[in-house]
């Protein structure tokens, strides 16, 4: 860790499959904690990190822990690699190394260190897969290893590298006997990506206890499941855990750091080394290599795991290897190398990197046979036209250079004909080779699961025409309909059906036969995506394939919006489609479509295709469920989209601000301004609180709100989208003399409003919890007190500004008074609505103010902004300095900007928002500014014109 802010992480996560009854009986957790070179936080962090980990393991393994600790004073390698050789496991017992402290990444050697330091404090470092081997060398069921600590290059020390060669019982956590007990091999998963720093504040690290909270939840979930003997899903286990952990480490680094860490990073995310795999060689037909690898920000792989008597091993591939290119495709991230390994038949031809030094080795994965090692020299014989290929296989083993193969062809490459005679092995390969000496050679073979086809003049020793993809499908003459698709080809794997009549390719267009060719020739050795668009049935398609990777997605029909992989969430929007004519963005959930229910991408592209006509699309945003109508057949959007409530609401409070065009609010009579306080005897607080209450909400609504400061109610029906009783005021208040002066409650030292009276003229009125009166009938409120004084001295009539959610509301109204007359409240003039700052915090016993009640509740609700709609600005809390300024305000006319202070307006010391709201609503048309410069730190006298 590099400092209190941050703490990395490394959990890591590899699994080898053993018999399922072989469980350990011992979990031996080893604790190591360094505790030098933190400040006085992140050492808070670092201990509690440890003592949370002790309490996990000792509370949901009782019985079986058996617990070591390094003492955090002297954590150096050879106090770690002490307390490991000192445990003595059984066979079938598990290994959990935990480590909290400094940690670092070389990226020109080993990958992730710890920055420890030797006895008398030099600085040195330990090689995590040092520790890892150290482990592993035990010869027990389960290794985890488990490391919080950065994976940022390391910039500043110049460390060494280190040289270092119960009582039985089980638990009754399903999910953690799963992961600990039952599981075997070794868990490798890193809790952030290469070059992320890792964090850690007083309560823990964000990875530990994202780590603990995960596995917890998802303990409960599966316990839950048994009790109720349901049937528990293959979910449940590392790789599930992975997935949830990274969700939970990027919610607990965005709670701490919002906008971003200091240090400029935006998330902290939790990466697999690995996928399970067995640890025996499987019976299944597909070849393993046995190699695991990590991306690395400057291209490439670095190898992190060879899996013992595995081909990758007998090759002699190592621990810190980088992988440059298999079978002629260059390998720049683990999507590269998976895609290559899936695509080898048998023969599998790499490159590496090693110590500066570029090596190359091929073998055989199903027979395991080396045919090149690393230490050799290509010794095989090359025939005439420059290939060798191994006996038993028709792949090619070896390319020479500067030869006519090696114009076109590479190792790996796998010989499907010679002259439309089938090649299976070197014995057929050379006996058409022999008979296509004197003539042309037409040659096709498979590279990365794609057919070519190619020809060789063998007398002029040319290329005669360059490398085509063999597209596997026939037209109608002189027509761009496919007529017939053959097995196994690129026209299959592309997804391509008969009756397809195929419009262009990457925009070159495709009238036939002849142009399909030339089209497919210009992309043979293409770099870049292909786009096919096509027709089918009518409707017009589109289907990207990255040929050179031999990656194909599913044809989609164009809509013009792509959903993430394995998500209902909109990933991207075509320009000028229909859906974004339509209003549709990237992060849309759409969860169904003509009441199809959409829940992943390929259930989308499902109905999708069968669509046609008017479609109706209900998708999720910010919380809250819209609707939206396009016509597919004349791409017109019929109805914009609205949320299906029909209202939006300000952010932090409950007052409408829009109401859908036809919609069942605006049925109602529901208006932009109207702040809605009941539905079906609910109350409404803010947005928020609103969608929680309408999320599960159905039938009949009943729907109270405040209108100009008189309380009114509609009846709705949900369902039905009908009005059972559009909007009116409730009845008229008269003045009750014997009733309460005002009725609300006000503390002594703040202004704000913590309590209304039921029934009382501030309720009738419209007043709410957490209202600021800024002024009484002229008199300035700072406090309770300023209040009483002012309500006692008052007359009848009583015009107060208040401050609610950001905007100036002044609000006409009668007290209760023995003679006075009724007559009907002035309608309320409020300003826009801005961001919200926390609530004032609430008494713990009444406090006295005009016309307070004994025993009111005291329970302010509504959030107070500090937003000056007159100025543009909003200040930080209890503070003059400006927090945001509003667009083509006033503020942002003359050049205020965030950070600057404002000390005086109007010749009136400003000391927080409440001084400025005070100072804007006395003041006329323009005011005087007096404010500290941010960027000079100097002081400056300015006019401003207000919006007024």
């Not at 690393?374 to 250079?401: H, L, W, Y």
């Amino acid at each position: 860790m590099r400092n209190w802010k941050f703490a990395f992480y490394s959990f890591i996560f590899l699994i080898f499959g053993m018999p399922a009854f072989l469980h350990a009986q011992t979990v031996h957790l080893l604790t190591v904690a360094d505790f030098r070179g933190f400040e006085e936080k992140a050492l808070d962090g670092v201990k509690k990190d440890i003592e949370n980990i002790e309490k996990f393991f000792e509370k949901n393994l009782p019985g079986v822990i058996k617990h070591t600790q390094v003492d955090g004073n002297m954590a150096t390698p050879e106090a770690i690699r002490e307390k490991i050789n000192e445990l003595e496991p059984e066979q079938n017992d598990t290994i959990v190394f935990y480590y909290s402290g400094h940690a670092a990444n070389d990226s020109n050697n080993n990958g992730q260190f710890l920055q420890l330091k030797d006895k008398k404090g030099n600085p040195i470092a330990l090689d995590r897969h040092k520790i890892k081997n150290w482990l592993l060398d035990k010869d027990c069921r389960l290794v985890v290893v488990l490391t919080d600590c950065c994976n940022m290059f390391e910039e500043n020390e110049d460390l060494t590298q280190d040289q270092v060669p119960t009582m039985r019982g089980t638990s009754s956590h399903p999910f953690i006997q799963e992961l600990f007990i039952k599981s075997s091999g070794l868990a490798d998963i890193t809790s952030s990506k290469v070059g992320q720093y890792s964090y850690a504040l007083k309560n823990g690290s964000i990875f530990t206890n994202a780590l603990i909270k995960t596995i917890t939840e998802m303990d409960k979930e599966m316990d839950d499941k048994r009790k109720k003997k349901k049937e528990i899903e293959n979910d449940f286990n590392w790789k599930t855990l992975m997935e949830r952990l990274s969700k939970r480490s990027n919610e607990l680094f965005n709670n701490s750091f919002p906008n971003g860490s200091p240090q400029g990073q935006i998330a902290q995310d939790p990466y697999a080394y690995t996928l399970p795999q067995p640890s025996t060689p499987p019976d299944e037909p597909k070849p393993v290599f046995g190699v695991a690898v990590q991306s690395l920000s400057f291209g490439n792989v670095r190898v992190t795991e060879v899996v013992p008597k595995y081909p990758g091993a007998m090759l002699g591939i190592q621990y810190g290897d980088f992988i440059t290119y298999i079978n002629a495709l260059e390998i720049l991230d683990e999507s590269d190398y998976s895609r290559a390994i899936d695509c080898v038949k048998d023969i599998l031809a790499i490159k590496i990197t090693r110590n500066n030094k570029e090596l190359a080795g091929i073998i055989n994965l199903k027979t395991s046979k080396i045919l090149l090692g690393f230490d050799e020299q290509p010794s095989f014989q090359t025939d005439d036209f420059g290939i060798f290929m191994p006996e038993d296989t028709n792949v090619i083993a070896n390319v020479k250079e500067d030869s006519l193969a090696a114009k076109v062809l590479r190792e790996g490459d796998e010989i499907l004909s010679v002259n439309s005679k089938v090649i299976s092995n070197a014995a057929d390969y050379r006996k058409a080779f022999e008979s296509a000496k004197k003539e042309e050679m037409k040659l096709k073979f498979i590279r990365l699961g794609m057919k070519y086809e190619v020809k060789f003049n063998l007398e002029k020793n040319e290329v005669i025409d360059k490398p085509v993809l063999y597209f596997g499908a026939t037209m109608e003459k002189k027509k761009n309909i496919i007529k017939k698709i053959y097995k196994d080809s690129l026209a299959e794997k592309i997804g391509f059906k008969i009756g397809d009549a195929i419009f262009d390719i990457n925009s070159l267009p495709i009238k036939n036969e002849t142009d399909l060719d030339k089209a497919l020739e210009a992309m043979a050795n293409m770099k870049k995506p292909a786009v096919f668009r096509f027709y089918r049935k009518g409707k017009e398609w589109f289907v990207t394939c990255e040929l050179g990777k031999g990656i194909f997605y599913d044809p989609i029909r164009v809509f013009g919006i792509s959903l993430r992989e394995e998500s209902n969430i909109i990933e991207n929007v075509d320009p000028n489609s229909l859906p974004e004519k339509a209003g549709l963005r990237t992060g849309d959930t759409i969860i169904s479509i003509n009441n199809a229910p959409i829940e992943n991408k390929q259930n989308y592209l499902k109905i999708i295709e069968k669509m046609s006509g008017e479609m109706n699309i209900i998708f999720i945003r910010d919380d809250q469920k819209w609707s939206v109508e396009v016509d597919l057949e004349t791409n017109k959007v019929l109805n914009a989209p609205t949320p299906l409530s029909g209202i939006l609401f300000h952010e932090e409070s409950n007052i409408i601000e829009y109401v859908a065009p036809n919609s069942l609010a605006e049925k109602a009579g529901l208006r932009t301004g109207d702040s809605i306080v009941l539905i079906n005897e609910f109350p409404i607080n803010d947005k928020q609180n609103y969608l929680q209450i309408m999320k599960d909400m159905s039938g009949e609504l009943n729907i109270t709100f405040i209108r100009e400061g008189k309380k009114w109610s509609t009846k709705a029906d949900l369902d039905k989208n009908e009005i059972i009783e559009p909007a009116k005021p409730l009845e008229t208040w008269e003045p009750d003399p014997n009733g309460p002066v005002f009725g609300a409650s006000m503390p002594t030292d703040k202004n704000t409003l913590v309590a209304i009276a039921p029934n009382s003229p501030a309720e009738h009125f419209g007043l709410q919890v957490n209202d600021q009166i800024l002024n009484f009938n002229g008199k300035n409120i700072f406090n309770g007190k300023d209040f009483d004084v002012a309500v006692d001295e008052s007359p009848r009539h009583a015009e107060l500004l208040i401050l609610r959610n950001g905007g100036l509301i002044k609000i006409k109204m009668i007290l209760n008074k023995a003679d006075s007359n009724s007559t009907q409240p002035a309608p309320a003039q409020q300003a826009p609505t801005a961001p919200a700052e926390p609530p004032v915090p609430t008494p713990d016993t009444p406090l006295p103010g005009a016309g307070t009640n004994a025993g009111i509740p005291q329970n302010p609700s509504t959030a107070v902004s500090t937003t000056a709609p007159a100025l543009g600005v909003s200040l930080e809390n209890s503070s003059n300095r400006i927090a945001s300024i509003t667009p083509d305000s006033p503020a942002e006319n003359i050049g205020l900007e965030v950070g600057d202070q404002i000390l005086k307006f109007n010749n009136i010391n400003i000391r927080n928002f409440n001084d400025l709201s005070r100072a804007i609503a006395a003041s006329g048309e323009n005011a005087s500014l007096q404010i500290v410069d941010h960027r000079k730190n100097e002081e400056h006298s300015l006019i401003i014109p207000l919006n007024k």
